[in-house]
Nanobody, 126 residues
Framework: QMQLTESGGGLVLAGCSLRLSCAASGRTFSCYTVAWFRQAPGKEREFVAAIRRSGGTTHYEDSVKGRFVISRDNAKNTVALQMNSLKPEDTDIYYC???????????????????WGQGTQVTVSS
């Protein structure tokens, strides 16, 4: 089993920044693709960003490109999501997810991930 724990959420004004962190334990973290998803009440979980095992390849949902940056530190078993120029529509619960067997065509699909954190709330006020 792998345990994922998110932190760093909070309430900020539009235009400000937040940095989310996902800490992993229990498995060889460097073997896993890690992603961030977000979900509003009553809506489906939405892909935000992903980073491959080596950390050299990243993927972003179009609405966050140029504003969010995903990174990982395999030595510390952590993945970060730096969120800049936040907008009210970025308000959601943000989840960290990990899986060891993803192919490129699958990494944006939440059902493909085996391990999930409990989520952290991000609220952006206008």
């Amino acid at each position: 089993q792998m345990q994922l724990t998110e932190s760093g959420g909070g309430l900020v004004l539009a235009g400000c920044s937040l940095r989310l962190s996902c800490a992993a334990s229990g498995r060889t973290f460097s073997c896993y693709t890690v992603a961030w998803f977000r979900q509003a009440p009553g809506k489906e979980r939405e892909f935000v960003a992903a980073i491959r095992r080596s950390g050299g390849t990243t993927h972003y949902e179009d609405s966050v490109k140029g504003r969010f940056v995903i990174s990982r530190d395999n030595a510390k078993n952590t993945v970060a999501l730096q969120m800049n120029s936040l907008k009210p529509e970025d308000t959601d619960i943000y989840y960290c997810a990990a899986d060891a067997h993803l192919i490129l065509s699958s990494l944006r699909r939440s059902v493909e991930y085996d391990y999930w954190g409990q989520g952290t709330q991000v609220t952006v006020s206008s």
